[in-house]
């Protein structure tokens, strides 16, 4: 048992007359970490309930509030898996609060902005979100030697928790096969009516061999025979199923940063390599550069997320060829990062050190992934 980061700050969390709500992908251990948190607290009285049984969604979707209320009685806590299976959530839940002060809500769902607009807007005060994302390298270990081994497997196969817990490489293809197959694009199919499968895939295609490059949307459109705003449009779709996030152009001072093109990114190799079918050893591949790319900047974002850092993330360039993969922001303290998989460090671009002359700038490698990615005790 693999102990989530989360598993504190929810349980702190769960207040009387209160929704707390858990996004995140399929397989990435919601379930478990509700399950978790029951045991945790065994001594109450807890009703679990799940979104996709179509006798619990009848209930909670009634906007009755003798039905809500029948269905909490004697109980402290409500616990829904997979809400976003249920209609009008959202105007239930407040119902229910509302006329429940004494019961505490806990719900998971697989998909974010949707849900979130849906719980937040009627709870506006009384709710509060987290994301989980697949294991970080901190959830797996914080012995430097072991993820030192680890990072091979970690940049082809990922850490979705069934990935990483398989016995053989084999079998981490094959669940992640069948994530790519099933899970994901059902989370991905269910949004806004889309239902064009295929389209999916290509354009998860093109964004996986685009990891590093400024992303035109002008371009995948003509790849994909298709149209910008069809392609923005699914691009989005994937943020809120969880499969990619952007990072945009940071630009404060010169006019030669160029801000509008964003960079796309998954939250999990693994996820990437499934779409491209790849999963050859390191040694092999031309891609390990824009691997430890993907696999840094997705770690990172995803441990300051959980350590509710407030951060903001981006990518710098300039129309003359001067980049640099990443910059945090932070009350208003600035810190760049390069990333090479090799040992040769980065030089600072001369226009990032003379525009921004109190950054910081460091290239991560193999030797100081460790402080980067592992939060400090």
Not at 212 to 235: C, M, P, Q, W
Not at 259 to 271: E, H, M, V
Not at 277 to 289: C, I, N, Q, V, W
Request: with cysteine; aromatic share 12%; hydrophobic share 40%.
């Amino acid at each position: 048992m693999i102990r989530r980061s989360l598993e504190q700050s929810l349980l702190e969390n769960l207040k009387q007359g209160h929704v707390t709500a858990l996004f995140g992908a399929k397989r990435t251990g919601k379930t478990v970490l509700m399950q978790r948190i029951a045991e945790i607290l065994s001594d109450k009285k807890i009703l679990t309930v799940n979104g996709e049984d179509l006798d619990a969604a009848t209930i909670l979707s009634s906007q009755k509030q003798s039905v809500l209320s029948n269905l909490v009685a004697g109980y402290d806590y409500l616990f829904i898996d997979e809400a976003q299976s249920v209609p009008n959530i959202g105007l239930n839940l407040k119902l229910l609060v509302d006329t429940n002060p004494g019961v505490s809500v806990f719900v998971t769902g697989s998909s974010s902005f949707d849900l979130r607009n849906q719980i937040g807007e009627p709870l506006t005060g009384r709710s509060r979100y987290w994301s989980i994302f697949p294991f970080t390298v901190s959830e797996i270990s914080h012995d430097y030697l072991a993820l030192m081994r680890l990072l091979p497997s970690l940049l082809v196969f990922g850490s979705y928790p069934q990935v990483y817990t398989a016995e053989n490489d084999k079998e981490k293809r094959l669940i992640l096969e069948n994530i790519r197959n099933g899970y994901l694009l059902k989370d991905v199919l269910q949004l806004d009516n889309v239902k064009d499968s295929l389209f999916v895939l290509n354009l998860l295609k093109y964004l996986a061999f685009q990891i590093g490059n400024d992303v035109s949307f002008n371009e995948l459109a003509n790849s994909l025979h298709s149209t910008v705003k069809t392609v923005k449009r699914y691009i989005e779709i994937l943020e809120k199923a969880f499969v990619i996030f952007r990072l945009t152009g940071f630009s404060r001072n010169l006019r030669k940063e160029i801000s509008k093109s964003p960079r796309i990114y998954f939250w999990d190799n693994g996820i990437r390599n499934a779409v491209i079918s790849r999963f050859e050893p390191l040694e092999l591949r031309d891609d390990a550069g824009k691997l430890w790319e993907n696999f840094c900047i997705s770690e990172r974002i995803k441990k300051q997320t959980y350590a509710e850092s407030f951060s903001s993330f981006y990518f710098w360039r300039t129309y003359d060829q001067q980049e640099i993969d990443l910059i945090e922001e932070n009350e208003d303290k600035l810190q760049a990062y390069e990333f090479k998989w090799g040992d040769k460090p980065a030089r600072v671009p001369a226009g990032f050190e003379r525009t921004y002359p109190n950054a910081t700038f460091e290239t991560i490698n193999r030797q100081n992934f460790y402080d980067f990615l592992i939060p400090r005790t």
